[in-house]
């Protein structure tokens, strides 16, 4: 939003009103195109479905029909149409009296089945073992052979299926079959052997008829368990599934599948058509309310015109401008404010201007402070050059390690590399030696990559000091200062450890929990150890709430202190530290 800065208040305000006005209207537009296609859609699933239902169950009627006259035959017990099957399995033409009179039985059967499904145009064959036909077709003559093409597609059937339909389709159209027919095997019911097989074919007229609904832009396809197309409406339509509304409907006595299609380009278009007007005339109440909205922030924004221009004046150097105060609203507010401010700034500069001449008799005064470090230093080492030449080598070495820890506490606002903090430390310890006339062994280990890792300066001097005031007050046998550094975890962990006479558990649980910021209520004596305190403190502050310090009685006696520094976080390990020590 950077980019909004190079705009003016006025045109700012004017911006926002429009956004106010033009993404709420985006959005609600934006989700009421998306929820009436929505719910268009589902309507429209809904009506294709319940079309599709009533189809199907139409479809339900005629495969009863056809299932009643197959089981009407397959499973008589009707000892004459029986006896009829039986006598004209083998026949090839009406050689006799008795031959006519069963075809004659068969066939007055057969119109009465006919009659209950004659709205579906059904055409009923029943062919013998000769394949010759003895009932169906009027236009055929009776005992006529099938036609190759019929045997072919009839030639799939399993002979071993006797209870239930078989489908096939029949016939050379290029989308769907000119008939689909179901087959059923006739059999003796003394010896299983087959006497005749029923078809019943549905032609594609019938599908055409059930299947139209009207609707040129709907297209419908019914097919079998296999996928196999019995029967197409319509234009084919490619074009993926989410570029169609699909609606599947099954037919649970055949597996047969319904489905119906529609493009959904047909549904936009309708919609569209709606929200283009419905959209022209809300169009011309936004363009309206943007002109008085436009007209509106200018008023607004007159105020803080106003205030610009004074502003503007007051930088250009004229100080007695002020700006009229007018109303009770938050710019009235803040130009009365605004004023105030002015006031107040014309005394400070005239504050000001005293200070400037105090600040450089304190700057001259610093400088004066500031040399005289330097002059300490410069004595000092001239009293160790003169004892080193006298031959004191031992009152020379104290001279030189004063030195050395003054140097680190005048440039005490410098980081320094771990192992240089140890050497002012060394430093520290023979002073301290020196002081309280006390041998005190000091050693440490840096472990791989901790040499150069840069710390705060003295940030470890308050631990030693510690050890050597408390710690070995006591003066043992062979007072003992050690440190050690190792890194563990992306964390500097340094250890510190006297063999002193340490601490009690209840002293270190309470030492531990002052050094993690949880202060003791009502403390029965004054507080110790607040330089270990602030030490902690001081971690945290550089470090964050990673770092932290925490002490533990030693084994053998004595205490030992550990810091817990992660690398590379504080701000004093991203600076090089270009001294050292011994500078």
């Not at 030696?433 to 001097?461: C, D, K, V, W």
């Not at 910021?517 to 009502?522: H, S, V």
Request: some cysteine.
């Amino acid at each position: 939003m950077e980019w909004l800065s190079r705009f003016s208040f006025h045109r700012k305000m004017q911006f926002s009103f429009l956004m106010l006005i033009l993404l709420p209207f985006i959005a609600v537009t934006f989700w009421a195109y998306s929820s009436v296609k929505q719910n268009v859609s589902d309507k429209l699933a809904r009506s294709n479905e319940e079309t599709l239902t009533v189809i199907a169950n139409q479809l339900d009627k005629t495969i009863d029909s056809i299932s009643f006259a197959s089981v009407y035959f397959s499973q008589t017990y009707n000892p004459d149409i029986l006896e009829s099957f039986r006598h004209l399995k083998d026949a090839e033409s009406f050689a006799d009296f008795a031959t006519f009179q069963s075809y004659t039985r068969l066939d007055s059967v057969a119109d009465l089945l006919l009659m209950q499904s004659a709205d579906a145009n059904l055409k009923m064959m029943i062919v013998n073992k000769k394949s010759r036909m003895i009932m169906g077709d009027k236009s055929v003559p009776v005992f006529s052979a099938l036609p190759p093409s019929f045997l072919r597609e009839s030639s799939r059937l399993d002979e071993k299926e006797t209870t239930s339909l078989q489908w096939f389709a029949s016939g050379e159209a290029a989308v769907a079959p000119d008939y689909y027919y179901a087959a059923r095997l006739i059999v003796d019911p003394r010896n299983r052997e087959k006497l005749a097989t029923m078809f019943v074919g549905i032609p594609q007229s019938y599908f055409h008829s059930l299947l139209d609904t009207g609707n040129p832009d709907m297209s419908f396809t019914l097919a079998d368990r296999s996928g196999e197309i019995i029967a197409v409406k319509g234009k084919p339509m490619p074009g993926d599934s989410g570029s169609m509304l699909t609606t599947r409907v099954s037919i649970p006595k055949t597996g047969w599948e319904l489905t119906s299609r529609m493009p959904r380009t047909f549904i936009d278009s309708q919609i569209n058509r709606e929200f283009l007007v419905s959209l022209s005339l809300v169009g011309l109440f936004f363009f309206a309310f943007l002109i008085l909205s436009l007209f509106w922030a200018g008023h607004i924004n007159r105020p803080i015109s106003l205030l610009r221009l004074s502003v503007k004046q007051y930088v250009g150097g004229k100080r007695d401008v002020r700006i009229p105060v007018k109303g009770k609203d938050e710019v009235a507010v803040l130009s009365a404010a605004f004023n105030q401010m002015l006031d107040d700034i014309n005394g400070l500069l005239l504050k000001v201007e005293s200070e400037q001449e105090e600040k450089s008799l304190l700057e001259l005064k610093a400088l004066a402070a500031q040399i005289r470090p330097h002059f300490l230093l410069n004595t000092l080492n001239s009293i160790k050059v003169s004892l080193l030449l006298s031959g004191d080598e031992p009152h020379g070495s104290m001279i030189d390690a004063l030195m050395k820890l003054l140097r680190a506490y005048v440039h005490i606002d410098e980081p320094l590399k771990l192992a240089e903090e140890c050497k002012v430390l060394g430093s520290y310890v023979q002073v301290m030696q020196i002081r309280n006339r006390m041998h005190i062994a000091f050693h440490y280990e840096l472990g791989e990559g901790t040499e150069s890792i840069e710390l705060p300066r003295l940030l470890l001097q308050p631990i030693v000091e510690n050890a050597i005031q408390h710690g070995l007050s006591a003066r043992p046998e062979n007072p003992t200062i050690d440190l050690s550094a190792a890194i563990h975890d992306r964390m500097l962990v340094i250890v510190i450890g006297d063999n002193g006479r340490g601490l009690s558990e209840e002293n270190l649980a309470r030492l531990n929990r002052r050094m993690l910021g949880m202060a003791d209520e009502l403390p029965s004596q004054p507080e110790k150890g607040v330089g270990l305190v602030n030490t902690a403190r001081r971690l945290q502050v550089l470090y964050g709430d990673q770092a932290r310090l925490k002490a533990a009685a030693r084994e053998g006696g004595g205490t030992i202190f550990t810091f817990y520094i992660p690398i590379a976080i504080g701000k004093e390990t991203d600076n090089d530290d270009e001294g050292h020590a011994d500078r």
